[in-house]
């Protein structure tokens, strides 16, 4: 997810679930080829940059070069401990940037293996004139779902490409090479798109279904053709590209259709088949995966961004009869934890530029709790503190702030202060059996409003918290705008 699924919010869920699979944000490819270029460039001082573009598949190294690897860090780079199965998503629809981006992928894991080999590696440490590289993924994946008009519109790539079948084999076949057949290249992508036709939802419900099915299977047949491509996460909503909608009427519009990503998984025993779209919460996901045993997995983004703690037992109920490794016992646990990994980033990085996005990633662990909106409100004033300081030191070069104790510190005295013991010291399984009650009691409500009402579709008062996250994102949003535009200003 754009702008959540950050390497911060990647380092709370490892230290909530070790086996869950996590996906980066979408990073486009040309960035980090135009990076690549830079890198090259600088450390050849020549035209070397022009050859990497007409021979793509004959690229100059990275790791026989010398050159500051931090601008390249800032797409790929993952945090200080061992992030475990991760993905790196990439977008893009010309093969040679993608080549060129996993190429860089495979040669940054190439220096990290170095690196390692060198020794232990400590987060200040400068190893051959270069900070230490954190990149190791699992898999690259291609987006062949994103339906935001910047994407799949003007970059025509996104769910733009699940047109083109031929086009993603081409592409996923370059970022194979790129990654010299080191490492899987999966495949995003939505059951299909409006080409073709003008979506309206009555006209959609009326439309055969069959039809659909067998467009969806013919892409993924198309794609898996060479051998590449086995795995794929399918979201069961088409994409509406020939309207101007939004990403989030892209999610409410269209209606799911779970049957065609079930039916592809039980035909394709061969290929590893996701669900994704629509799952919320950990019950949610064991009961896709109770329902249809084919499925090789569930994706889920905003249930698990806007309540994290809620999969915290993730390991006990998808894995029942796995030995689970230590893990934080409760949230004071997970804090004390993460205040490590943003203490060492604050080190590294400026704070200024990057606090906000490391109290973003815990701001709504608390989510669904008394007093957790206060818990939010306090991260959000720590977040603007180092701009804040900034802007006053810059109007008034005399100006002597007092001395901030260490980010994990001011984290851990915001829940305190706020939070009850209860609530802090709650084991996952006490909080995993609330939820669990808290479900049943509002499916039996919702069962009578709708038996007394015949049947209306009425809507629960009370906002779910996937709706007071997307809430509480808006006002993020706007925030972070007004901080560019004053930037912008006093620049």
Not at 26 to 35: F, K, R
Not at 128 to 151: M, R, T
Not at 184 to 192: D, E, L, N, S
Not at 237 to 243: D, E, G, T, V, W
Request: charged content about 25%; proline content about 5%; some cysteine.
């Amino acid at each position: 997810m754009m702008e959540y699924t950050d390497r911060h919010f990647r380092h709370l869920v490892r230290l909530l679930s070790p086996k869950t699979l996590l996906y980066t944000e979408m990073v486009a490819a040309n960035a980090i080829a135009h990076e690549r270029g830079n890198a090259l460039s600088s450390s050849f001082n020549g035209d070397e940059n022009e050859r990497l573009v007409d021979d793509a598949h004959n690229s100059i190294s990275l790791v026989d070069t010398d050159f500051d690897p931090s601008y390249i860090l800032r797409f790929l780079g993952q945090g200080f401990n061992p992030e475990g199965p991760s993905v790196l998503q990439l977008g893009g629809s010309d093969p040679d940037q993608l080549f060129l981006a996993s190429r860089t992928v495979y040669e940054f894991h190439q220096m990290q293996q170095q690196q390692r080999q060198s020794g232990t590696i400590q987060p200040q440490q400068i190893i051959n004139g270069q900070p230490p590289i954190f990149c190791d993924y699992s898999a690259i994946n291609l987006n062949c779902g994103c339906p935001s008009p910047k994407v799949a519109g003007k970059g025509c790539f996104g769910a733009a490409l699940m047109q083109d079948a031929n086009l993603v084999r081409q592409v996923t076949t370059a970022m194979h090479k790129g990654v010299d057949g080191t490492m899987p290249i999966t495949v995003k992508c939505r059951i299909g798109t409006d080409e073709g036709y003008t979506f309206t939802r009555n006209d959609y419900l009326s439309r055969g279904e069959e039809e659909e099915y067998q467009k969806l299977k013919r892409f993924v047949e198309v794609v898996a053709s060479d051998g590449v491509v086995t795995d794929f996460q399918i979201h069961a909503r088409i994409a509406i590209l020939n309207k101007n909608y939004s990403p989030a009427d892209n999610r409410k519009v269209p209606p799911l259709r779970y049957q065609h990503v079930r039916r592809l998984a039980e035909e394709f025993p061969e290929l590893n088949i996701s669900l994704n779209g629509g799952v919320e919460t950990l019950s949610g996901v064991k009961r896709e995966l109770d329902e249809c045993g084919s499925l090789d997995g569930v994706m889920v983004g905003r249930g698990f961004v806007s309540n994290p703690w809620s999969f915290a037992m993730a390991e006990e109920v998808l894995y029942p009869d796995v030995s689970h490794s230590s893990r934080p016992k409760n949230r004071m646990e997970v804090l004390e934890a993460y205040g490590q990994h943003v203490d060492y980033e604050e080190e590294r990085w400026d704070p200024t530029k990057i606090r906000r996005f490391m109290t973003k990633a815990v701001s709504h662990l608390f989510a669904g709790e008394p007093s957790g909106k206060r818990y939010r409100i306090a991260l959000d004033e720590l977040a603007g503190l180092p701009k804040r300081f900034a802007k006053e030191r810059k109007q008034n070069p005399n100006v002597v702030h007092p001395e901030q104790p260490p980010l994990s510190e001011l984290i851990m005295n915001a829940a305190t202060t706020h939070l009850s013991e209860e609530v802090l010291y709650r084991t996952p399984k006490e909080s995993y059996d609330k939820l669990l009650w808290e479900e049943e009691q509002a499916e039996r409500k919702q069962t009578v409003v709708d038996t007394v009402l015949f049947g209306a579709n009425v809507g629960n008062s009370k906002k779910s918290l996937v709706q007071e996250w997307q809430t509480s994102r808006k006002e993020d949003e706007m925030k972070e705008r007004e901080d560019r535009r004053l930037d912008g200003s006093e620049g």
